[in-house]
């Protein structure tokens, strides 16, 4: 009989499912939710979910006995090793560093080769095919990825920090920490931050207290810190004046967590030693490859006003990080998708550092109803209303816009990359009328 299987979703997890189970001979069909539910009643050895189908839907629980998850199949057909990596923020730029880290090791022993996916733009399913037992696969692991999968088996499992996100989605703060803490679970070594180990440990106090768990963080009290504007690990010590590219500490932290996986990876599993390669040379030979990921506080200009592209930030904690490390006052431009998540704690940064607040998207009266007596506020109907009032106010009152959502993009936008250019298309737009009122 043939073997048959069926994935939910036609997005690029299905797509690569598809492409992977094709290659080991299964003959596929793909669905979505525009399409009828007749070909769930189909007879399929199995059946693939990709992560953006939620787990929620009535339709999932009469065929729940045969779905895996897109990351589940190709963890159960790769090879070599997999090292996940999981957060609330910096997974992306954590995830890239790391493997930048193991790209660099692989051009001194040419037998490892390094692969980069999951959450970070390629799904695992692509390259799964194609990893051997040496290659060493750094997956980028949204809290959605995990609460579907079943058979996670990682060798390294990190979760970088944790701060309410996706609220709505999982029910609880406590439901997705959990998800997140199914990585740590089901890895050989763990790692977590300080802080968020402590919170772990108050949460999930008998599912974690029998693990080893290696810490990193900047108490002094890890082995893995940064203190006194500098990386100390086991293996290495790093001054951020000797990398102006890495002085952010937001960047420094990325790599200091970077750092703690590579050690403990190679110390752990391969049959080289640390010593033989690893120094300061090999750090910058490791940076010189990266290029920061787009959206991340990006620097504009429009006439004599500077404008911060955040549209990265998909959290009130990722906002709080931009209002920390802009030194100037600012027009702040806020809201997307309504996830229930907590502003309350940005109203003391707000009151010191925000002119202004403007607020747009399905989440604009959410927010204002818990920041509404922190500064001058308004909703506005659109992003390109509210960019436009947060213009004339900063040329009103000289100061820069800030530009970071707080909140996911799925109300109005594909994801945060179509969002950060269509904000970009906004400046573009309003460029020429602004600079010749300003400077003509």
Known sequence: MEKQVLILGKGKSGQAAKKLLEKLGYKVYLWDEKDSLEILKG????????????????????????????LDLALLNSKGYKVGITGTNGKSTTTLLTY?????????????????????????????YFTHEKSISVLELSSFQLYDSKHLNFHVGAILNISEDHLTWHGSFTNYMESKLKLILNSKIKIMEEKTYLKYKVAFPKKIKNFSIITFGKSGKSSYSLKNNTIYTPNIQITLDDFPEIAEPPF????????????????????????????????KKTLSKYKKLPFRLEKRKLAFITIYNDSKSTNPHSVEWALKAIKEDVVLLMGGK???????????????????????????????????????????????????????FAL?????????????????????????????????????IVEERCLG
Do not use: H, W
């Open 338 to 392: 309504d996830k229930g998540l907590c502003f309350n704690n940005l109203i003391p940064l707000i009151e010191k550092k925000v002119k202004a607040v403007f607020l747009f998207g399905e989440a604009k009266n959410s927010i204002y109803k818990q920041i509404k007596n922190s500064s001058y506020i308004e909703v506005c109907n659109s992003l390109e209303e509210a960019f436009l009032k947060a213009l004339k």
């Open 396 to 432: 009103k009152k000289d100061c820069s816009i800030l530009f970071s959502p707080g909140c996911s993009s799925f109300d109005k936008f594909k994801n945060y990359l179509e969002r950060g250019e269509y904000f970009d298309r906004l400046l573009k737009k309003y460029k020429y």
């Open 252 to 283: 420094a932290m990325d790599l200091l967590a970077s750092l703690c996986i590579f050690e403990n990876f190679v110390s752990k599993f391969l049959e080289i030693k640390l010593k033989d390669f690893y120094n300061l040379d090999f750090i």
């Open 43 to 70: 007879d399929y050895n199995f059946i693939v979910k990709s992560p953006g189908i939620t787990p929620f839907k009535p339709y999932l629980e009469k065929i729940k006995d045969k779905l895996i998850s897109e």
């Open 100 to 128: 930048l880290l193991f790209k660099t090791l692989s051009e001194l022993y040419p037998s490892y080769t390094s692969f980069i996916g999951g959450n970070f733009g390629n799904p695992f399913s692509k390259f799964a």
